[in-house]
T-cell receptor, first 115, second 111 residues
């Protein structure tokens, strides 16, 4: 059973370009979470999705950022018109369900560098 | 809102030394508590967890006890190894919601 797969591992974009980050959850997992980690900081929650639904986007910036988790295919985190401050590591986690005893499994992250 | 506070690093220890990384939390509900470890260039791996008061999570020689009265979940290991060098994150999940993380504590173990 493959783990959470994120790609690309590293992504370089010029200011103003779009960045698309992909996350394939573990098999059988229908809950996906995106987190952002700035250098030397902890992870900040961005968005929680289930298949075809955004459950909680309270951590998403109001502009330029969007996320989806379609019925088929990976979850996508999309950043439009990137700026230098978007440079960070973006981690995806998945879980089979929610609840007190549910573990979230993390991918290896996508490291976005905006030049 | 929910929050997690960890001791600042880096923590530098010699091999076989005793490790404590402090973690306290604030939550409106009754959260589950976690410690995650991040090795250089990697994602986070769950190290241990506890879901109710007085539970002790343990794994690979690491332990942490859920202390509701002091709202703490301190990480301990009796004898650290060089291979334990990593960043350790304390986290909570309240009512099954997304994880709230502390800022992380970098551990450096010297031979």
């Amino acid at each position: 059973n493959a783990g959470v797969m994120q790609n690309p591992r590293h992504l370089v974009r010029r200011r103003g370009q779009e960045a698309r980050l992909r996350c394939s959850p573990m098999k059988g997992h229908s809950h996906v979470y995106w987190y952002r980690q700035l250098p030397e900081e902890g992870l900040k929650f961005m968005v929680y999705l289930q298949k075809e639904n955004i459950i909680d986007e309270s951590g998403m910036p109001k502009e330029r950022f969007s996320a989806e988790f379609p019925k088929e295919g990976p979850s996508i985190l999309r950043i439009q018109q990137v700026v230098r401050g978007d440079s960070a590591a973006y981690f995806c986690a998945s879980s089979p369900q929610t609840g007190r005893n549910t573990e979230a499994f993390f991918g290896q992250g996508t490291r976005l560098t905006v030049v | 809102g929910d929050s997690v506070t960890q001791m600042e690093g880096p923590v530098t220890l010699s091999e076989e030394a005793f490790l404590t990384i402090n973690c306290t939390y604030t939550a409106t509900g009754y959260p589950s508590l976690f410690w995650y470890v991040q090795y250089p260039g990697e994602g986070l791996q769950l190290l241990l967890k506890a879901t109710k008061a007085d539970d002790k999570g343990s794994n690979k020689g690491f332990e942490a006890t859920y202390r509701k009265e002091t709202t703490s979940f301190h990480l301990e290991k009796g004898s650290v190894q060089v291979s334990d060098s990593a960043v350790y994150f304390c986290a909570l999940s309240d009512r099954g919601r997304a994880l709230t993380f502390g800022s992380g504590t970098r551990l450096q173990v010297q031979p």
